[in-house]
């Protein structure tokens, strides 16, 4: 006997992307923020790469800087609660803001921290690598690594603005820069056509000089996002080349060569689920073989080998999409249009893998 | 120059509420719900005392119990990462149902835990106590204590049902019973007229034959928290009598008779607070008696003396409520309004605290 229901349209967040081209107009945007006091994460790269850069921004108000070691590695229990713990020291408040400054791993484990303290704190991203600017900094999934498991541990915690400043570009090494254009060009294929054909024309070599390539992924992400906030539906279009590109992944990082980047395990990902989704998905096969070379083009070494495969079949079994253990794909029908949840034999994905890996070794 | 505004409506939660009266009734619904396994929280009270009472309920499903030790002092970090520790080697899915049966730690604790893996676990509230039934269990707010303050770390999550078991409260000390009622006459003052009428002429004794008053507490506090899920408005009239509570609460937490019970420090706020609203918020002077005396009867030692003011004082500083460090009050204008955000001068409120305390220990 029920005797009370209660439906709520609870949290609305208003998520801006903002494009700042030039120091002043970051400085503007910064020192018009009402805040009282800002609360800067980072870790040691980006306060010595990064910070210096935009330095200016921060001088008109009360900061304070809390520097984590770099590396998806600390993206775990101890930092988190060693960020917990300075807020708490520093007294931080509902009307102070988190400032997000660097990689996916500082928007994850920031967001996180901002989620949790006083049950939400407002945080902004400012994303210093390719990867966090087209995809990570978007989208409010926070988390960190528990149990050997990525990303087990999170919520949902939008930013109040992802400010993108294509400057940051110039301080990344030229591996990370090629590795985030993978998830450009990922986002440009569920786009369309034209989007594709754009951003695999242009490449990670002339992304700073258009930045817009960037935006429009950024874009894609928060309209797909938008509908489908908390990832229940439509938003896992976006999985497409991280079911394999994950489980090849969490491969590299026991490899005496890895780990692979994120962008480069799921470069691998997309050219297997591109020829899954040729099988599977009604993808033209000739479409799928031209898309698949560009992708090629971003792989990197520890190239898993045949022998592999069980090893990366057993990661993807624990991968947390995967309800009931059926392994489910998110796979592309054209350009512009994805299927979510297709869910494909064991023995059809090794067939695919055997073939893609032979094709990287023996060219 | 913003490009891309996003405003969403996420998360819908539908939190249901439940009185069942009887075992079999409790048994259907367990019964009834259709997920693969149960992942049920008790502390080692309950686990003794009220789940042998309801364990035909859990029968017919693959259930893990984790037990943690009873009181809020375990309501910390390392409680929780055991219980996402035993999430993570059970394997837990989104398919699968946190239980929490205690009373407000287990549902703080336990919310945060669903809350947080996997970004989000369903979880449902079966509280054991008096207060958690009337409001601990109910509205989503999930937390741990940290670095000394209370449920500094945490975040909304809303359990998908609340079940109330009234035959739980037969398992409770008269003490907890007693604490328990003052949230129902809490309630009942915000509620209105009748509403106070009736809860303060029963009484905590008869309130195992009377859970409908039980449910109204509940439903009046899932109204509010309907209107304003994330506590930036209208949901802080809850923290009626609970400003200077909370802050008599953590006082008593290092008294060699301490503590108090929650109910306790709120009956003995309740009555600074209705003094208050006589003096500030146009409270009529002979109800705020009134109300005061049915509150009297639910305070318990140790009592504060005059000379403990000052550290209750340095409490309040503490609450996270106090923006900008002036504290601030929910106080009533008559039953059924209340205001929130009224700033008081410390010098007024320990006026308030001399006269109350001294009429306490000289009746």
């Known amino acids: 006997m029920p005797t009370f229901v209660m439906r709520m349209n609870h949290m609305q967040p208003k998520s801006i992307l903002l494009i700042l081209n030039t120091l002043s107009e970051l400085e503007e945007h910064l020192n018009s923020l009402t805040n009282e006091r800002f ?17 200016s921004g921060f001088s008109n108000r009360q900061c304070h800087i809390h520097i984590i070691p770099p590396g998806e590695i600390h993206k775990q229990a101890d930092t988190l609660w060693d960020i917990l713990r300075n807020m708490a020291l520093e007294g931080l408040q509902k009307s ?13 484990i920031g967001g996180l921290a901002s989620a949790l303290y006083q049950r939400g704190l407002p945080y902004i991203n400012l994303p210093t690598t390719l990867l966090a600017m087209a ?13 050997g498991i990525k990303n087990l541990v999170g919520t949902f915690w939008f930013p109040q603005q992802t400010i993108i400043f294509p400057e940051f570009l ?22 369309g056509k034209r989007a594709w054909a754009q951003a695999s024309t242009i490449g990670p070599e002339q992304i700073t000089q258009n930045p817009q390539i ?27 080349g991280h079911t394999l590109g994950h489980a090849i992944e969490a491969w590299s990082l026991t490899h005496p060569l890895g780990p692979m980047l994120h962008g480069e395990a799921v470069a691998l990902g997309m050219m297997a689920e591109l020829r899954l989704s040729a099988l599977y998905a009604g993808l033209d096969e000739d ?43 998110s796979l592309l029908a054209k350009p512009g249009k994805a299927y979510i949840g297709v869910s494909i034999a064991e023995k059809k994905i090794r067939n695919v893998l055997e073939e893609i890996l032979s094709g990287i070794h023996n060219p």
């Not at 800067?40 to 306060?47: A, G, I």
């Not at 998830?183 to 440009?188: D, F, I, N, P, T």
């Not at 960037?214 to 279009?237: F, N, W, Y």
Request: aromatic share 8%; glycine share 6%.
């Open 39 to 55: 609360f800067v994460l980072c870790d040691s790269n980006t306060w010595r790469e990064c910070f210096p850069r935009i330095a």
């Open 96 to 108: 102070d803001l988190v400032v997000n400054l660097g990689g996916g791993t500082i928007s994850d």
């Open 135 to 147: 995809d990570a900094a978007h989208g409010g999934k926070t988390a960190i690594d528990f149990m």
């Open 170 to 191: 110039r301080t990344l090494p030229q591996r990370e820069l090629k590795a985030g254009y993978v998830e450009v060009l990922k986002q440009a294929l569920l786009a």
């Open 214 to 240: 960037i935006c429009r992924a950024a874009e894609l992400k928060m309209k797909i996002v938008k509908q489908d906030p908390t990832d229940r539906g439509i938003r896992q279009i976006l999985n497409l």
């Open 287 to 329: 479409f799928a073989q031209q898309a698949s070379r560009v992708f090629s083009r971003f792989i990197h070494s520890p190239f898993p080998t045949i022998s592999d495969i069980d090893q990366i079949q057993n990661f993807m079994r624990y991968d947390k999409k995967n309800r009931n253990a059926s392994i489910r794909f």
